[in-house]
């Protein structure tokens, strides 16, 4: 592996590059499905190749290639170099990066069980299993369940000496019960929607989920929606679990604070941001007990966002988003944190393949935990609903006017949950949203959560993210709009 | 890999072509793709073996800030092996052609295929198929270099920069080949190229956006589409912010696609049967509006994309909602035995748990243009583009989303000015039913869903629930 990278950057420089590297990744992938009792999906797949990015005549050029041979390394990185001498002609200025520092290290996400070893077999089975106690619920009329692994092996090489080998294993695995009535569509998913929970992790991670456990009562609660209080409309407390919190941070905190959004570079398809630099260090983001951090160490944990190395060979970093509610820091690559006058790169370039550019991703960026048990949480609080597992989604461009709703709600009633809601939502404007925030839940109901379906950039890169986040309290939220007429 | 899948000498020829004349047109061929599955039949001892090759050969032209910021090109091949054993079926993928890496995908499929439960299902592969013959590639489109996009990328970026504005989008080509073989005799070839140019023109306070595809380069006219973005960020200059509400709109051809793309799956014959369909107890009922005819037809002039679906089965011409009612569905060959009914040559490849869906969905218009919708309507809105939009409710099919890069108030018959950006929560079923008008279908190119073929709409009561900041 490590000798392609090498021969495609050698071979960049003697092209005329004055910057390049390259990595060449290999992917294995195991894709199972099951419905209804049936298996849906079985599928291996493994994907090998190399992507090389320079600097030639101040501009950026990018060739990727399955063909791992010496003439075909060689004409991919000469290929970079003539797109990047093609990039020339609609030039405003050279690129400049940030410095860094050359690494030469080895990297492994850690895990217990193989999910590759594990015999196919079994997973179908579990699978099964859980699908079987979901249709044991009279009403379910379709139950769903799925495990995703991945294995991305890759090395990275560059012209200023770094040569960094990284292993990561992920895996993912999530049920789903629907409830087809009268003219009602309702469903619930086992542990997050968007195929359950996904992590940097082996086999235990699946076996820690206990899908078949939570089989029935997700059956049981897909049924039980239908005949469930309608979300009401208008002004309310709402208290979000840790999964829907997770998403709200990825949208309305995660995309705003990429420095490529931000510095007009996603304009044409994923958008803008309203963080602009004058921001920083002054916009009041979120109330005082909101902390977030975009932490791609492994000591925050290990979420889809977590590596030793970024895809332009940056360490992992932990960067303080928002501090005491105050806006503090992007994502940044070697190129935005140069242009803000930044002296070092966040470290967020990564890229979902060998044959994709690295640009700026989430790596984990969470919420901190806060203080308060969970129940003391409810006991606390008068009136208000509680919404659990994300529905829909969706923002502007700008990343201001969220709304989202969820799966199921709970009504809170002086201190206490009571009924069951239907068609929860909730919409807002994001810094107004944050800086509502009363009440965050402490470390013990804080989970990080996989996101594993973020698209961005052109051609579209479909990327993993982690989001932390424990229970919490928003005051005065609307409510209800989304099935308004 | 190519190496692997060309001799020596075209593997030199192909890397001389790198150093002499960067093109981007590197097809495989038809005669190499044939001998590459052909090789995997020798390999498999399966009851059954079925073979998909994909290889592509990709380019794209990034830019932003009137600067070209990101330029790439890639070339890969993926070989895909579905094998069946006494009834039980399972695929593997890989992109190393070499024998031993051909023998690996062979085993990795048969071993998977093997470990499973007998599918009581699951049909014999089918045999030779004819199929209608489709012009998609376009030689001077697969020869485009990255010098030719980056020369049309610099013209509309000066033109910008004269007029004071802010450039942003792509210019992508293309070309892809694939075939599909099984055991069973039958052999497909398919090859398409590919042209995209897309452009956000922004200004201080506004902004406008243009993008079009076509399997030829020669339909795309980078310069007219960025005048035309330019245009409407002109005309949305310091955008009023009025009540949202319920509104008579005038939807341009992409935000159209980028809402009636959320259906494509419901008329699925396996989303019906599973009951997450919007036709779910509502085929051949009175649902939309008189003037809503619906087909899927691949062979429209203005589609892409193969003639036959993932088993190889011909692609039929399918009407799926005439005049309103909801008529046909789609079927893959399973559904259709579960469902007695005939294939339409519309599944996904095998084992999936989705069955199929039409890919190349064409709507039925009218005559009107935009601007005699416009001239029509006392108060109103025109969307340009529509943005990040989810289903909120899948059986009233109520979707939400934003307005983007153009939003205008009409009062009198007249484009009174730029408005903030609305959000909408919307149901398609009421939409579909509150059609006033019907431009002429054109192939629309949006960002929240494939392209298709559909016309400009005017629609009356559309419900915008909340206004954003800009």
């Known amino acids: 592996m490590n000798d392609w990278a090498h021969i495609a950057v050698g071979t960049a420089l003697v092209r005329g590059a004055t910057y390049a590297d390259a990595r060449v990744m290999d992917i294995r992938q195991r894709d199972i499905s099951t419905k209804n009792g049936a298996v849906g999906t079985v599928v291996e797949s493994e994907s090998l190749g190399i992507g090389v990015r320079v600097i030639a ?11 791992l041979t010496r003439e075909g390394v060689q004409a991919c990185a000469a290929e970079a170099v003539s797109i ?3 990039s020339a002609l609609a030039k405003t200025h050279n690129v400049v990066l940030a410095s ?11 895990f217990i069980k193989d999910p590759f070893r594990i015999p196919v077999e079994r997973q179908i089975d579990l699978l099964l299993a859980a699908d079987k106690e979901m249709r044991r619920v009279k009403g379910v009329t379709l139950a769903e369940g799925s495990m995703s692994f991945r294995r991305i092996e890759q090395f990275f090489a560059s012209s200023i000496g770094s040569a960094i080998h990284q292993v990561k294993m992920l895996s993912g695995a999530g049920i789903v019960a629907t409830s087809f009535a009268e003219k009602e569509i309702q469903k619930r998913s086992y542990p997050n929607s968007f195929g359950g929970q996904h992590m940097e992790s082996g086999y235990e991670l699946v076996e820690s989920l206990d899908l078949v456990a939570n089989a029935g009562r997700v059956g049981e609660e897909s049924v039980a929606l239908h005949s469930a209080l309608q979300c009401p409309e208008g002004a309310s407390t709402i208290i979000l679990e840790s999964a829907q919190l997770g998403l709200q941070i990825h949208e309305s905190i995660g995309h705003p604070i990429e420095l490529d959004r931000v510095l007009g570079q996603e304009a044409n398809f994923a958008g803008m941001s309203f963080l602009t630099v004058d921001k920083l260090r002054k916009l009041r983001y979120g109330s005082e007990i909101v902390d977030v951090v975009a932490d791609a160490r492994l000591e925050h944990g290990p979420g889809l966002g977590t590596f030793g190395y970024d895809d332009e060979g940056v360490p992992a970093q932990c960067t303080p988003i928002i501090s005491n509610g105050l806006f503090t820091g992007y994502l940044s690559n070697r190129e935005s944190a140069a242009e803000i006058g930044e002296k070092r790169s966040g470290g967020t370039m990564r890229t979902e393949s060998w044959n994709r550019l690295p640009i700026i991703r989430m790596t984990n960026v969470s919420l901190q935990p806060g203080t308060w048990k969970y129940d003391d949480l409810i006991a606390d ?3 208000a609903v509680l919404m659990e597992t994300n529905r829909s989604w969706s923002i502007d ?3 201001y006017h969220f709304q989202f709703s969820t799966e199921i709600g709970w009504e809170i009633k002086g201190g206490k949950k009571g009924r069951m809601i239907k068609n929860p939502s909730y919409s807002g404007i994001t810094t107004e949203f944050w800086n509502s925030c009363d009440a965050i839940c402490s470390r013990e109901f804080w989970t990080l959560w996989g996101t594993p379906n973020c698209g961005k950039g052109q051609p579209q890169q479909v990327m993993g993210t982690g989001h932390g986040a424990a229970p919490s309290r928003f005051r005065n939220v609307k409510i209800g709009v989304a099935f308004a007429k | 890999m190519a190496a692997a899948r060309k001799s020596k000498k075209s593997a030199r020829a192909a890397s001389a072509a790198y150093h002499s004349h960067p093109s981007a047109d590197f097809r495989v061929g038809l005669t190499e793709l044939r001998e590459l599955a052909g090789r995997v039949f020798k ?11 994909g290889a592509v050969s990709d380019a794209l032209t990034r830019f932003a800030n009137n600067t070209i910021h990101q330029h790439v090109a890639e070339q890969n091949l993926a070989l895909s092996v579905r094998v069946v054993f006494d009834g039980c079926t399972a695929r593997a993928v890989t992109n190393k052609t070499d024998e031993a890496s051909l023998r690996r995908v062979v085993e990795a499929a048969s071993s998977l295929a093997r470990v499973q439960r007998k599918d009581p299902n699951l049909l014999p592969m089918p045999r030779q198929q004819k199929y209608q013959k489709v012009r998609r590639f376009y030689p001077m489109t697969a020869a485009a270099t990255a010098a030719d996009r980056a020369r049309a990328v610099a013209r509309v970026c000066s033109n910008a920069t004269t007029t004071k504005q802010t450039a942003a989008g792509i210019f992508s080509t293309g070309l892809s080949e694939s075939v599909l073989a099984n055991s069973r005799g039958l052999f497909a070839h398919y090859e398409q190229t590919r042209a995209e140019f897309s452009i956000t023109i922004l200004e201080k306070d506004s902004s406008g956006w243009a993008k079009a595809s076509s399997a030829n380069l020669t339909d795309i006219d980078p310069e007219a589409l960025a005048e035309s973005a330019s245009e409407k960020s002109i005309a949305s200059r310091a955008p009023l912010e009025i009540p949202a509400g319920h509104y008579t709109v005038i939807l341009e051809p992409p935000a159209v696609l980028d809402l009636v793309g959320f259906l494509f799956y419901d008329f699925a014959a396996t989303a019906v049967r599973d009951q997450r369909s919007v036709f779910t107890g509502r085929m051949g009922k009175k649902l939309f509006g008189e003037n809503i005819s619906i087909w899927d037809d691949v062979y429209h002039p203005l589609q ?29 060959r399973a559904s259709a035995r579960k469902m007695k009914a005939k294939p339409t040559g519309h599944g996904f490849s095998l084992p999936n748990e989705y069955g199929e869906a039409p890919m190349n ?8 243009t935009v601007d005699e919708m416009v001239r029509s309507t006392e108060r109103g809105v025109l969307v340009t583009r529509l943005w990040y939009i989810r289903e909120v409710d899948p059986y009233q099919k109520i979707l939400t989303g934003m307005t983007r890069d153009g939003t205008f108030l009409i009062e009198n018959g007249r484009i009174a000015g730029g408005i903030r950006n609305f959000r909408f929560n919307q149901s398609m079923i009421a939409l579909l039913s509150n059609v006033e008008k019907l431009g002429v279908p054109v192939r629309a190119a949006g960002e929240e869903s494939f392209e298709m073929v559909v016309p400009a709409m005017k629609v009356r009561d559309f419900h915008f629930s909340e206004v954003t900041k800009f």
């Open chain 2, 361 to 368: 969905l064409v709507f039925a218009g009218g005559t009107a």
């Open chain 2, 304 to 332: 892409l994309g193969a003639p036959y679906d993932g088993e190889g089965m011909p692609r039929e011409k399918v009407h799926l909602v005439d005049h309103g009612v909801p008529r046909n569905l789609v079927y893959s």
């Open chain 1, 381 to 383: 609080t008068d009136d």
């Open chain 2, 43 to 53: 390999l498999s001892d399966a009851d059954e073996t079925e073979v998909e090759i």
């Open chain 1, 57 to 67: 005549s101040g501009a950026w050029g990018f060739a990727a290639t399955d063909r």
């Open chain 1, 100 to 110: 860094e520092q050359a690494y030469v290290d080895t990297w492994q996400s850690p």
């Open chain 1, 397 to 399: 461009d700008r990343r």
């Open chain 1, 84 to 86: 990047a001498k093609a």
